[in-house]
């Protein structure tokens, strides 16, 4: 069982920038596929940005591209996301979670283990 944790949420202006992290724990992360999520008030969580375990494979949302970046660094164990041109309706908690296998990644039922969530704010 691998053990994820999110950190790198704050508060950022519109325009501004923020780089979230999520950190694996118990087994690496280079054994799973990680997606990132985020969640809204009074909204469902909906899907992000996803890389496969190569890294070779990367999927956005659309409000994400061009704006969003998921890497990762399997010597760190950790996966990234770098949001940048930040929006106020980027305001969400944000989670991590990784999957068992390279398909299906925009469906949050194929994710096996998840974070707690960091929460994002932008706001002026």
């Known amino acids: 069982q691998v053990h994820l944790v999110e950190s790198g949420g704050g508060l950022a202006e519109p325009g501004g920038s923020l780089r979230l992290s999520c950190t694996a724990s118990g087994r690496t992360v280079s054994n799973y596929a990680v997606g990132w999520f985020r969640q809204a008030p009074r909204k469902e969580r909906e899907f992000a940005a996803a890389i496969s375990m190569s890294g070779r494979n990367i999927y956005y949302a659309d409000f994400a591209k061009g704006r969003f970046t998921v890497s990762r660094d399997n010597a760190e164990n950790t996966v990234y996301l770098q949001m940048n041109s930040l929006k106020p309706e980027d305001t969400a908690v944000y989670y991590c979670?990784?999957?068992?296998?390279?398909?299906?990644?925009?469906?949050?039922?194929?994710?096996?283990?998840w974070g707690q969530g960091t929460q994002v704010t932008v706001s002026s």
């Open positions: 979670a990784a999957a068992n296998r390279n398909y299906g990644l925009d469906d949050r039922d194929t994710y096996d283990y």
